[in-house]
């Protein structure tokens, strides 16, 4: 199979119950390394448009941990704050 008929294919959702069909985008990911928190920008993964759940395949993972220890530093920097329960 080529690999224009496999990105043809349909996938649906992992989610129990889901029907949804991921979709192709290049979203900011959010993982741990090293004991942080950092964001990857556009990373391309599938994304379910009904539940939100994403797909992450093996190569993917490692082009991020690739691009994390290659890079000279984060691109930029994001405020955290505390969700406040009491609010
Ligand atoms: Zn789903």
């Known amino acids: 199979m080529t690999e224009a008929v496999l990105k ?3 996938e649906v959702c992992g989610v129990e119950d889901c029907q949804g069909v991921y979709e ?3 979203v900011a990911h959010l993982l741990q390394h090293e ?3 950092v964001i990857v920008d556009r990373v391309p993964l599938l994304v379910c448009p ?3 759940h994403r797909q992450l395949g093996p190569q993917t ?3 991020i941990e690739t691009a ?4 000279d530093g984060p691109t930029a920097w ?3 704050y505390g969700y ?4």
């Open 35 to 37: 004991g942080q928190t």
């Open 84 to 87: 406040k329960s009491w609010l």
């Open 50 to 52: 009904i539940c939100g």
């Open 61 to 63: 993972l490692r082009r």
């Open 78 to 80: 994001v405020p955290v």
């Open 8 to 10: 043809s294919v349909r």
């Open 68 to 71: 994390i220890r290659t890079a």
């Open 24 to 26: 192709r985008r290049e």
